[in-house]
């Protein structure tokens, strides 16, 4: 079923370079097919055809957009048993969690094909003319358009909801982008299988071709070359710090700099608030360890740092969670790659004179298996070591003590960017609350309350984004409809004949929009 | 009544680095008074100060933040014929021109206030929970908050409307963002007495200090300063293409990295279709001439290139425009820097051997004063050499004589980005028209039909804005209503009790605010 094959435009290509997919769970490598490593010249003509596409793509009925978007979340279900395999075999992950990925993929598709026929996203504004003004008055006319091809970088942490199909992918399209997807070498026979569901979906819904290529490659060049192409006009990219501060760069240093959204980095503070911590301290020691565990501790939003004022309802919170921890068995990471940065991460906060470890889980039975670890840190001492706060991708967390109230908020207001903050807050702990929640405004995308940062609801309301590391952008989110806002720019028509005005800028075209007309919301 | 020192949060300061205002007319300086050139110290303090507003300024009562914009507007035309004699004096513009662009800043500011007042910028989203759903789907409410301080650097052109109460201030402040000025030196005097209304107002309508201070000085060291520093969370920059290119390199290099808003560079191509030409074309060079000679040339949006297909009619244009560029008298200009650099570029532009010089205007006699200039070139030529599409900051202007329209369209499709393209278009010329449109609205920021570029309407469907080099970041706009857009991101609340979620996100507060409720818009 697989051939290895880059997908250029609706074509199907080969190469000579070619890579293996890898096992994680056996550590070696998956022989059944090879895979083609792009080169330069496939990017180019990945872009060119995205080029190529823009016009028809951008100017399709939006009715047609949407059903293109929901096509491809068909051809996606349709592939049945063989995409669950083999996601799971490329990953490591669990068939549940798979299945459940498929599901949100599927259902991220048909929001975005909801919010293109929704059409609020065109934000239509109408300045009506006044000749008699002094000076006289233009007839303007505002609407969002598509910024032109989108790069897409897939994650190795989400095979489907964040990777060839995922949100990046689907909010560009719906925006009216053609997109150009950088594979993960992670799980190339997932990228694969997918690529061909959207070109499937592309040529049975009459998308021109290049409204969707997939470039894979295990060298750097590929994604930077797809940066830098002149007719990439914006970048979606999840993955480490590095990986998007080296992007970023790239898209900084193009003769025409253009916007990109890097999702990069978190540890995703859980402050636990005194009441909390008395009343029910050994709960939240278990529940905060089944959302550090899930899914090996490969999330952006996973709680690797718990902040809370030391005491006895502390060290009860610390010996549940240590209990809890301590009976997680090892789970197969990823990759080799992110294994060996989990052993390094864990090393390095082992080794700091500040930290102490509280426990660990199970040691592992295979090859690349991570093993869960537990630290601490005083309050005072979180910030003398940069180390302590670095990210450690998998099940590590760091639980700081704190000296008082105080000291805890100092502490988170000196924290970087985050995608999320966490509250244990019960109603006596609303003043503490009150005194947080400025706090972490400034620093976090998303603040939860009583819950847990991993499972990023898709909805309209949702923020999966934060300031600087947490994301290259403060200014979007990655997850949900307000997604589809990134890839959007405005223009104005003043004065613009009837006849050469977009249709939806037309007087009386703006049913069930959200218009602005003169001032006044429609 | 001017005293020469910096404005940091409410205080007047002092320093002994002094310069002087200079009289662009006279060409010598102006002795009143000398000036305060600010320190990095005192660009640290008022960065300092704004951390501080930010916290109760941002979360004041949207009404008082309105009456603040709406305090600094008529605290501005309380300063009567002062402000208009020292404006005039440092700038050399007319009385009638700065009268009215003391109408439009004080517009702009009551614009705005009414923005915040209209509260739809908070683009409220509220997601109910649903604890039956598997998993169980949280409660996730939506808010804009704004970014932090800002950082706005006053352009020369625009004194009042583009500098230290301009559009940027007006649109950080209304967006709950406090202000840090670094006000231009060509208008230091305006500068100081703007500041003192805007402070009058901080002060009488209980504003925390730090909401606004203006650093002034000759040295680039200010600005970078101010750029570099940590507090700062995004900058408004209106000038020349080299500054805005030094700050948007500075902003990217921060340890965290922020938004920058650079309107940079632009020369507005105007395309005369052929029945217009051949209907009008008299009376387009004439009226082009108006619009070119606006303002001694020195607004963002002059028309500096002009396209039409090469024959009779066109001769007739440029005979036209010929006649009404002749006549038109030197006009003193900004500063001197910017009047040599306007010598040099109209001598770079007659170098080329591919220019022919059309005419020019008529001699100066007096410094700073800019003669009017008309090239033109062949539209094979003009991409031969990036001097042609230089922006020349004046009365300058370059006629393009394209073969046909097929060379006519292909040139403009590779033109760089731009603020706006003017079509003069007739009803025969539509077809024309639709096969321009799509490559304009890559390439500009508004499209004009039948006018003249000059002339920025301040509404809500106004973008003034447009891809590189035009700005830095073709995601907004710097005029209109629309602007409040750039120093606000989201942030999401999930499963937050009542009494800790911001108000206008409890069950209830949406009233008129357009919130979208469980994906309904209310």
Not at 104 to 122: K, M, N
Request: with cysteine; hydrophobic share 45%.
């Amino acid at each position: 079923m697989l051939k290895g094959e880059l997908f250029i435009a609706g074509e199907r290509r080969a190469s000579s370079d070619r890579f293996q997919g890898q096992d994680p769970a056996t550590g070696a490598a998956i022989e059944d097919v090879s895979f083609a490593g792009a080169s330069e010249a496939d990017v180019a003509d990945a872009c060119a055809a995205a080029e190529a596409a823009f016009a028809p793509y951008s100017t399709l009925p939006l009715e047609q957009r949407a059903q293109f978007l929901e096509a491809i979340a068909t051809e996606i279900e349709a592939l049945g048993d063989a995409l669950v395999e083999r996601a799971c075999r490329e990953t490591g992950l669990p068939p549940a969690r798979i299945t459940g990925e498929r599901g949100r993929t599927a259902g991220q598709l048909r929001l975005f094909a909801a919010e293109v026929r929704d059409g609020r996203w065109q934000r239509v504004r109408i300045d009506h003319a006044d000749p008699a003004r002094i000076p006289p008055k233009p007839d303007l006319r505002l609407r969002m358009i598509p910024l032109g091809p989108v790069a897409v970088f897939g994650a190795s942490n989400f095979p489907l909801a964040f990777s060839v199909a995922g949100g990046d992918t689907a909010s560009a399209l719906a925006a009216g982008c053609p997109v150009v997807v950088k594979g993960h070498r992670a799980h190339p026979g997932t990228a694969e299988l997918v690529a061909g569901a959207i070109t499937r979906a592309a040529a049975s819904t009459g998308m021109p071709a290049g409204v969707f290529s997939l470039v894979n490659g295990t060298s750097r060049r590929v994604g930077e070359a797809l940066v830098a192409d002149p007719r990439i006009q914006a970048v979606g990219f999840t993955g480490s710090r590095a990986g998007g501060e080296a992007l970023m760069r790239i898209a900084a240093a193009r003769p025409r700099p253009i916007p990109i959204y890097a999702e990069m980095s978190a540890v995703n503070p859980v402050i636990i608030l005194p009441h909390a911590l008395a009343a029910r301290g050994t709960a939240l020691g278990a529940a905060f360890v089944a959302s550090l565990a899930m899914g090996a501790g490969q999330f952006c939003t996973n709680p690797g740092l718990v902040l809370a004022v030391d005491g006895p309802d502390l060290d009860a919170f610390i010996d549940a969670a240590g209990t809890a921890l301590t009976g997680q068995p090892a789970q197969t990471m990823l990759t080799q790659g992110i294994w060996e940065a989990f052993e390094q991460g864990k090393a390095k906060l082992g080794a700091s004179a500040h930290v102490t470890a509280v426990t660990q889980g199970a040691e592992g039975t295979g090859p690349n298996q991570g093993r869960a670890a537990l630290f601490s840190v005083k309050g005072s001492d979180l910030l003398a070591d940069p180390v302590h706060l670095h990210e450690v991708f998998g099940v590590s967390s760091v639980v700081v003590r704190c000296a008082d109230m105080d000291e805890l908020i100092a502490t988170v207001g000196q924290l970087e960017g985050q995608l999320t903050a966490t509250l244990q807050v019960d109603a006596a702990d609303h003043p503490a609350g009150a005194r947080l929640l400025p706090v972490l405004e400034r620093t976090v995308g998303r603040i939860i309350a009583n819950g847990w940062p991993t499972g990023v609801e898709v909805g309209h309301a949702m923020v999966h984004g934060g300031p600087y590391p947490a994301t290259s952008d403060s200014r979007s989110t990655s997850v949900g409809s307000m997604a589809i806002d990134r890839f959007l720019r405005p223009v104005s028509y003043q004065d613009m004949p009837a006849e050469l005005l977009p249709p939806v800028l037309n007087d009386g075209a703006q049913d069930n929009i959200g218009a602005r007309i003169d001032g006044r919301w429609a």
